[in-house]
């Protein structure tokens, strides 16, 4: 019997031979896919679609076959993790550790201090929900005027306004010192809802 991966290692040099532009992952940790390798490319070139369309059959549900813009990898185990949504609703398993790294979610605890510092009092940035553990073990709290967690939603239904900068601006006013972080608790089709996390500047010390 021929194995697979001896096939898809060999399909691996060919492609490098010949100049097909192709990226590998030893796995994928993306909810929704196994942890099993991935090969992406720009699968519309002449010769790459012949190489998918065989591969596709061949080997399915051994090797998985990406589009190279859409996977990325994890700076700590080089498994890839889907870049841009899929359908409605999806959230990044991945968060950047620098302007330069990112890591799977199954490092976040890793590098709890380089995300921290990376999203930490940026309004343009937000952790997502799967970091909330995380958040917490770093005393962050949920920042809560009026009730135990504030969630505030941005989208195109009226009410749905809340503007991260002025929520910002509003605890660097009012709870001067402290760090603040946002956080996308979910996405849907229109709208955004999202809350936000604090901690006091001098937490470390
Ligand atoms: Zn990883």
């Keep these: 019997m021929v194995n697979k991966m001896e096939v898809y290692s060999r399909l691996i040099n060919y492609c ?30 002449k010769k790459l679609s012949k190489i998918l369309n065989w591969g596709e059959k061949y080997f399915e549900g051994e090797v998985e076959f ?33 302007d330069s790294e990112i890591v799977c979610h199954n490092h976040y605890e890793d590098y709890d201090e380089d995300i921290i ?14 970091f909330y553990p995380i958040l917490e073990k770093n005393g962050f709290v949920c920042y809560s005027p009026d009730e135990y967690c504030q969630k505030f939603e ?9 503007d991260p900068k002025k929520v910002a601006k509003d605890i660097e006013e009012n709870l001067p010192g402290y760090d603040y972080i946002f956080k996308i608790d979910s996405v849907g089709q229109f709208d955004i809802s999202w809350s936000v996390f604090l901690r006091k500047g001098d937490y470390n010390d």
């Design 16 to 45: 490098d031979e010949k100049g097909l532009y192709v990226s590998t992952y030893p796995g994928i940790v993306e909810k929704g896919y196994d942890d099993i390798p991935m090969i992406c490319a720009n699968w519309n070139k």
């Design 66 to 98: 990406g589009w190279d813009d859409e996977w990325i990898a994890c700076g700590e185990c080089y498994k890839a993790v889907r870049t841009n949504p899929d359908s409605y609703g999806w959230i990044p398993s991945y968060m950047w550790a620098s």
């Design 117 to 130: 510092d990376f999203y930490k009092n940026e309004t343009d940035k937000a952790v997502y929900r799967e």
């Design 154 to 162: 941005t989208g195109w239904h009226p009410g749905q306004t809340d």
